[in-house]
């Protein structure tokens, strides 16, 4: 069975589809999957960006020191349960959270809410670095969020314009895994048609 990383920014609405698809395919077929750190603000560095994305590159600096705070003391267990239990609030419910708020979700997941601390903590841009680096070795070059890698061969995507339904789900896994297992593939790829429909991953 292979072992699957996806490289995630909490920050953007395309992983947060792709996780979702990820893991209720991967429950069904008892594919093993590990949630790993990368980070948009640190590929994004020193480039000339609007507004819009110059906001959403704080906040994903933000947030990225406070999941490589919860992963550096409870590793991927923990980093899972605070992207879902936080990923669910900013794309699904589309919501600005306080550090309050953030605090009451550390807690809720069974997390120590002192772990707030970290999303002004500048000490803690160097390890975002090092786990942003990791999803860019993955693949080989640089790419955004997500990078799947199966068995250490990585790959920038599956992107995807919504959750697909179960069955859908566990086929595409399947296409996914041959692709990745197959050592003459590539690349294949279509432009992204508009932002992601964010929702709850089908039951």
Request: charged residues 25%; proline residues 6%; hydrophobic residues 40%.
């Amino acid at each position: 069975m292979p072992d699957v990383d996806l490289y995630l920014d909490p920050v953007c609405p395309f992983s947060w589809v792709t996780s979702r698809w990820l893991l209720d395919a991967a429950h069904t077929t008892h594919t093993p999957v590990t949630l790993r750190q990368m980070n948009l603000a640190v590929l994004n560095e020193g480039k000339d960006l609007q507004d819009k994305q110059k906001r959403m590159m704080e906040k994903s600096r933000r947030l990225g020191r406070l999941f490589a705070a919860v992963a550096g003391k409870h590793g991927p267990d923990g980093f899972a349960r605070l992207y879902d239990a936080l990923g669910t609030r900013i794309h699904v419910q589309d919501e600005e959270m306080t550090a309050g708020e953030i605090e009451e979700i550390l807690g809720a997941c069974g997390l120590e809410e002192s772990l707030c601390e970290a999303l002004e903590d500048s000490g803690l841009d160097e390890e975002v670095e090092r786990a942003h680096q990791a999803s860019q070795d993955a693949l080989g070059g640089s790419a955004g969020s997500p990078i799947i890698a199966v068995d250490g061969r990585g790959f920038h995507g599956p992107v995807m314009t919504r959750i697909p339904g179960h069955e859908h789900g566990v086929r595409l896994l399947d296409a996914v895994l041959v692709a990745a297992q197959t050592p003459e593939f590539a690349t294949l790829q279509r432009p992204v048609q508009g932002p992601p429909t964010l929702e709850e991953a089908p039951r």
